[in-house]
Nanobody, 121 residues
Framework: QVQLVESGGGLVQPGGSLRLSCAPSGNIFRFYAMGWYRQAPEKQRELVATITRYGTSNYADSVKGRFTITRDSAKNTVYLQMNSLKPEDTAVYYC???????????????WGQGTQVTVSS
C-alpha cells in the first residue's frame, strides 16, 4: 500500500524559513489534488494549502503571502515553502494526496505520518 512520506520539519526561530517535502513510498500512476494540513495541540486539523494537478493553489488566510505550495509532477512530490514563520505556525504538518496507484484502480486518498514544525526563540 502506498504511503506518503514527509520530511523537512524542525525547530526554527520566528521569522525563519523551512521547506517541507512529501513523496509517495512507491510508484504512483497519477496524482490529483495534493495538500498540506496542520494540527496544533488541542486544536482541530486545518487546511494550510492545496494544489491541483494543473497547478492551481489555494491557501488559508493565515499563511497567504508567507507559504508557497508547489509540486514536481515528475517526482510526484509536493513541497511547502514556509517563510516568515510565526510561533502560531507551530503544529504537526500533514501531507494529503488523492491519487491512482495504477490506471486500473479507483482514486484513493492518503495521509502522511506528520512532521513537527516548532517556531520558537
Amino acid at each position: 500500500q502506498v504511503q506518503l512520506v514527509e520530511s523537512g520539519g524542525g525547530l526554527v526561530q520566528p521569522g525563519g524559513s523551512l521547506r517541507l517535502s512529501c513523496a509517495p513510498s512507491g510508484n504512483i500512476f497519477r496524482f490529483y489534488a495534493m495538500g498540506w494540513y496542520r494540527q496544533a495541540p488541542e486544536k482541530q486539523r486545518e487546511l494550510v494549502a492545496t494544489i491541483t494537478r494543473y497547478g492551481t493553489s489555494n491557501y488559508a488566510d493565515s499563511v497567504k503571502g508567507r507559504f508557497t505550495i508547489t509540486r514536481d509532477s515528475a517526482k510526484n512530490t509536493v513541497y511547502l515553502q514556509m517563510n516568515s514563520l510565526k510561533p502560531e505556525d507551530t503544529a504537526v504538518y500533514y501531507c494529503n494526496a488523492e491519487f491512482k496507484a495504477t490506471p486500473w484502480t479507483t482514486s484513493q486518498t492518503a495521509w502522511g505520518q506528520g512532521t513537527q514544525v516548532t517556531v520558537s526563540s
